[in-house]
């Protein structure tokens, strides 16, 4: 024992002296910055290694030559020039309207007299009956039918705040019972459900969203303790959830859809690992109307003990229709395993009043991380369900009125008109031999492209006779969303639609005014920074 122990003395020694002689060569001063030189790089490594990993390594060493560009002296000034006039070209006029808007309160009120300019107002807005994908929901004019019932019930209430559950009791009643009859509808009352299926009224099918995946995050951290928290989506997938990825502070996995525009399962379950919380899936998703495959995305939640949220913002008040109906609709509610949460918008096809939508949990111990409580406030003890704190009473109130007016047999109707339209689309859209369908649409929106034309320069041909379709890009295409105001008008959008795609075809080229070339361009584009930069300035000069 002795003798070990004075053996390793003695190269202790021998070590410290070689050491010390060896380092004796440099200055201190260089002994002392090579150490944190270094970390310095080292760090610099790890960072640039966790850039291309997110990003991919075209991608930065595209955004790397990008700034290295953009270094010598006018390349900025001039990219800035060019970006202000596609800017320009975006807003298209919309800056000398604003010239005529009003900056300060009139010094003597309007009295009644405000509703006749409002009139006034409104009668420059474009004309929307027929003529747009999605946006407007309800059949008929906006002084009849559906909207009348629905206006007047958001009138009745539109003083009142849920807020004050203890003063405005209808309002929470009404409340409660919109999200028990759309839960309802996506099978609660199963015995897969598990039986606890509860949720909350929101402003849209964003804020359903952001409350979804702030509450995945915070019951991902308590269940399993996950503090960098990261969600994986498709890129089909509602840009909603980017909102909520910078909101919350949560990494984003992007990953490709499949072959037949869906959700791929396989390319999510290679994105997993020791931080992900969330994993998502559509029905149907917004760009292309595919629905996603839930009981596949339902296996791989369960089996890795992760969060499922499936936005069925669209298809809420559809599905559980066209599924009766007869449609061969796959799985995509709470009778899926796997499945934590669902976002479902009353102010799409459940034809309620603007700012109603629906978030449901499959339990209460996943939904209590959705709320905010806080007890330190001087003002009181204070909690609250979802982002807004005050929330219109009216339109909670035009959503009860809406369900209750409709019922089950409307609903169904409804579902068998517009599902019935989309398929008179989809084969309108096939004999036209220039274009071609994305994917197999399961629902309502019907996305097509082209081979062989420019299909932004068919848009703006349509937008030129009124038509106000969704361009969209990975590939190049535009849809149609159908929905009521559609069902008197398909044969008009199928005639003006094969008149476009003849005019592009005999005269090709962009037209005056048309944003096809800026479309095609932000497409084409390899920086999305740039693309991004666009997108921020056009806004910032819009609102």
Known sequence: MDYSSSWLNSFLVRFRLSANLFLSQFEPLALLLAPLLTLFIARLLHSLLSVIHEKGLKATVLALFMRSIKLVPGVQSYIDAEKQKVVDKLQSGSKSKKEHWRTELPTTGLGVGVIEEMKDVKSNDADWKGKCSGTVYIGGSESEGHFSLINEACSMFAHTNPLHLDVFQSVARFEAEVVAMTADLLGCKEKASGGQVCGNMTSGGTESILLAVKTSRDYMKAKKGITRPEMIIAESAHSAYDKAAQYFNIKLRRVPVNKEFKADVKAIRKQINRNTILIVGSAPGYPHGIIDPIQELGKLADSYGICLHVDLCLGGFVLPFALKLGYPIPPFDFTVRGVTSIS????????????????????????????????????????????????????IAGAWAAMMSLGQQGYLENTRKIMEVSKMIQKGIKEIPELFIIGNPDMTIVAFGSAVLDIFEVNDI?????????????PNSIHICVTLQHVPVVDAFLQDLREAVQTVKENPGPISGGLAPIYGAAGRMPDRGMVQDLLVNYMDGTC
Do not use: C
């Open 462 to 474: 349509m937008s030129g006779k009124g038509w106000h379709l969704n361009a969209l890009q990975r």
């Open 344 to 395: 479902a918008d009353v102010h799409k096809y459940g034809l309620a009043p603007k700012g109603t939508s629906v978030v449901l949990y499959r339990n209460h111990d996943i939904r209590k991380h959705q709320f905010v409580a806080v007890t330190e406030w001087s003002g009181g003890l204070y909690v609250s369900p979802t982002i807004a704190g005050s929330r219109p009473g009216g339109v």
